[in-house]
Nanobody, 123 residues
């Protein structure tokens, strides 16, 4: 049974940074496409970042150059470092994982294996 649990600081000022972590269990993260998506009130889910089983990252254009995704296969952990935050980054952030040949940030919201989400508020 795949389990994903997010953690991380929930608020920041504009221009600040937040780091989110996702602990994975029930499978080996090195075999999956993993990533983060977010959902803001009244908006559709947006894939933010992904990392393939071969450690190739992709990012949404809205976060390119500001967010970095990290994967630690030995610890089954996935982190998202978010810098230069702005209020448009506010939302609930979810960690997700799935088996997909083309591992892209765009695909991440479609994965059924996801965590419970963690709120990030930028003011």
């Amino acid at each position: 049974h795949v389990q994903l649990v997010e953690s991380g600081r929930g608020s920041a000022l504009a221009g600040g940074s937040v780091r989110l972590s996702c602990a994975a269990s029930g499978y080996t993260s090195g075999t999956y496409c993993m990533g983060w998506f977010r959902q803001a009130p009244g908006k559709e889910r947006e894939g933010v970042a992904s990392i393939s089983k071969d450690d190739v990252p992709t990012y949404a254009s809205s976060v390119m150059g500001r967010f970095t995704i990290f994967k630690d296969t030995n610890k089954n952990r996935l982190d998202l470092q978010m810098d230069s935050l702005n209020p448009e980054d506010t939302g609930v952030y979810y960690c997700a994982a799935g088996v997909l040949t083309m591992c892209t940030a765009f695909a991440i919201p479609s994965f059924a294996n996801r965590g419970q989400g963690t709120q990030v508020t930028v003011s």
